[in-house]
């Protein structure tokens, strides 16, 4: 059901300091939040509020807002650190360009959004994010209870030192994604970038297509269902891991535990190890070739 809202603001030019405090019950429409006097949380602490079609060009917009709805709006680089603090939302149809955008927010719902802005949703919880193109650097850092659909994201050093996290039909091309995450699941999508998963603990890749180097070292609790991996060299170095893998894997360097099954492997790489190392390597359609079984140390 459609909320109706007691009062309507439209058309209508804010720049100054906290132009529209602690608005409540409230539609803002075709609004412009710019201007000279370039005053600074323009709707901050508003309650049950909608904003649509406006633009945002000031400082710190929508801080400790609960309750409210951002539709076919922009906000634009000068909109920096756009949306702290604030709970219960739901973003869409939105473009921005703004840093720092997210954090420290509850229960916000994205979709249909073009979104370009580093340290995207840091130490945030109960965020989903669907049907949308996002290019940060450290996306969704230390954030907790993602879910996550048909996503194109690029950018570096994402997903880190996350918890429960579901992600699926997605694009990821991302260096150093997932470091230190705990319970993330990512189904038929694709992750392209160097040093996938380090340090993970309970990082689950089903029907997935993996692309880079160094891939899913030092991981705990691994595993991969029905995965493809391409140019995928030294992997799974010092890692419990059960995996399943369609296609040939470039190399594998000392597992520590679990057992690797491929098609095929280039290399099975068992030097150097500064720990036991004793997990298995299979190739599927060769038993007898590649068993690798208790690593020197």
């Known amino acids: 059901m459609t909320k109706e809202y007691k009062n309507k603001i439209e058309n209508q030019t804010y720049d100054k300091?906290?132009?529209?405090?602690?608005?409540?019950?409230?539609?803002?429409?075709?609004?412009?939040?710019?201007?000279?006097?370039?005053?600074?949380?323009?709707?901050?602490?508003?309650?049950?509020?909608?904003?649509?079609?406006?633009?945002?060009?000031?400082?710190?917009?929508?801080?400790?807002?609960?309750?409210?709805?951002?539709?076919?709006?922009?906000?634009?680089?000068?909109?920096?650190?756009?949306?702290?603090?604030?709970?219960?939302?739901?973003?869409?149809?939105c473009e921005i360009n703004s840093i720092k955008c997210l954090r420290e927010c509850k229960n916000i719902k994205l979709d249909n959004c073009n979104i370009s802005s580093d340290e995207f949703g840091w130490k945030s919880s109960y965020i989903e994010i669907s049907n949308s193109n996002i290019n940060s650097v450290y996306f969704l850092f230390e954030s907790k209870n993602i879910v996550i659909k048909n996503l194109k994201m690029s950018g570096k050093y994402s997903f880190q030192y996350m918890k429960n996290v579901q992600i699926s039909d997605s694009e990821l091309d991302t260096k150093d994604a997932f470091w230190h995450s705990k319970n993330v699941t990512v189904k038929n999508s694709v992750i392209k970038g160097e040093y996938l998963g380090w340090f993970s603990d309970g990082l689950t890749l089903i029907n997935c297509k993996i692309i880079g180097t160094q891939p899913l070292c030092y991981c705990k609790n691994l595993k991969l269902i029905n995965c493809e991996m391409i140019d995928t060299d030294l992997s799974f170095e010092y890692s419990d891991v059960n995996a399943d893998i369609k296609g040939q894997i470039l190399s594998v360097?000392?597992?520590?535990?679990?057992?690797?099954?491929?098609?095929?492997?280039?290399?099975?790489?068992?030097?150097?190890?500064?720990?036991?190392?004793?997990?298995?390597?299979?190739?599927?359609?060769?038993?007898?070739?590649?068993?690798?079984?208790?690593?020197?140390?």
Not at 40 to 47: A, D, G, I, Q, T
Not at 269 to 284: A, H, L, M, Q
């Open 17 to 93: 300091e906290r132009s529209l405090y602690n608005l409540k019950n409230t539609e803002v429409l075709n609004c412009v939040f710019a201007g000279l006097a370039d005053g600074e949380s323009v709707l901050k602490e508003c309650r049950s509020i909608k904003v649509n079609g406006c633009k945002f060009s000031l400082r710190y917009p929508l801080w400790h807002v609960k309750t409210f709805e951002l539709s076919d709006s922009l906000l634009d680089e000068k909109a920096r650190a756009p949306i702290w603090y604030s709970k219960d939302g739901l973003i869409k149809n």
């Open 253 to 297: 360097k000392n597992p520590k535990s679990g057992i690797i099954k491929a098609d095929s492997v280039g290399e099975i790489i068992t030097e150097d190890s500064v720990t036991p190392c004793r997990g298995k390597v299979v190739e599927k359609f060769s038993p007898q070739k590649h068993i690798l079984c208790g690593c020197a140390v």
